[in-house]
T-cell receptor
Framework: DGGITQSPKYLFRKEGQNVTLSCEQN?????MYWYRQDPGQGLRLIYY???????QKGDIAEGYSVSREKKESFPLTVTSAQKNPTAFYLC????????????FGSGTRLTVV | AQKITQTQPGMFVQEKEAVTLDCTYD???????LFWYKQPSSGEMIFLIY??????QNATEGRYSLNFQKARKSANLVISASQLGDSAMYFC????????????????FGKGTHLIIQP
């Protein structure tokens, strides 16, 4: 079955280190997204990409970077410039038909130790 | 800018009763979409239902229906005959529409409502 795979499920990082979260989809969707979720909060958009080799900043892009070299992959790097990186990170994709909704991965929980 | 407001942080409902989860929105976009997602404790986001701003009829998907009142800018989710498995966080979200050349530019989410179904 098609879907989105995020890895790892849990990730621990020391302060000052960069870390990369993986997001792979086999749905043949053009658009991909990264969201951040803090406890008791809704999701906030970090970055999105509507096509390969192109991406745009979302509402909270500072301290994050992305790449979109392949249609299937949209990795997110949490850099040392991100002041408060501990959060739940969700990757999503869309085929452009809103009636199908956006498909989400199962998330990566990042903890800074 | 778009904004979603969910005013019910938590709700307790008896099993088999109907549930209404409130959602109001604000946007200056002429065309937009409204979504509801369910997030169980495992964390994944499950798409429930979608309503386009120009849709004439309220959306329905099985036990889920969306009570769309455009003039009041509300998009409440109604769950009929609630089940224990409905216990989860529920998020209302919206997107801009009318873009060409690929996907939309993402969803704006509310803070969610924690629904607990009691036996």
């Amino acid at each position: 079955d098609g879907g989105i795979t995020q890895s790892p499920k849990y990730l621990f990082r020391k302060e000052g280190q960069n870390v990369t979260l993986s997001c792979e989809q086999n749905l043949n969707h053009d658009a991909m997204y990264w969201y951040r979720q803090d406890p008791g909060q809704g999701l906030r958009l970090i970055y999105y990409s509507q096509i390969v080799n192109d991406f745009q900043k979302g509402d909270i892009a500072e301290g994050y970077s992305v790449s979109r070299e392949k249609k299937e992959s949209f990795p997110l790097t949490v850099t040392s410039a991100q002041k408060n990186p501990t959060a739940f990170y969700l990757c999503a994709s869309s085929m452009g038909d809103p009636r199908r909704g956006y498909t989400f991965g199962s998330g990566t929980r990042l903890t800074v130790v | 800018a778009q904004k979603i407001t969910q005013t019910q942080p938590g709700m307790f409902v008896q099993e088999k009763e109907a549930v209404t989860l409130d959602c109001t929105y604000d946007t200056s976009d002429p065309s937009y979409g409204l979504f509801w997602y369910k997030q169980p404790s495992s964390g994944e986001m499950i798409f429930l239902i979608y309503q386009g701003s120009y849709d004439q009829q309220n959306a329905t998907e099985g036990r889920y229906s969306l009570n769309f009142q455009k003039a009041r800018k509300s998009a409440n989710l109604v769950i009929s005959a609630s089940q224990l498995g409905d216990s989860a966080m529920y998020f209302c979200a919206m997107s801009r529409e009318g873009y060409s050349g690929g996907g939309a530019d993402g969803l704006t989410f509310g803070k969610g409502t924690h629904l607990i179904i009691q036996p």
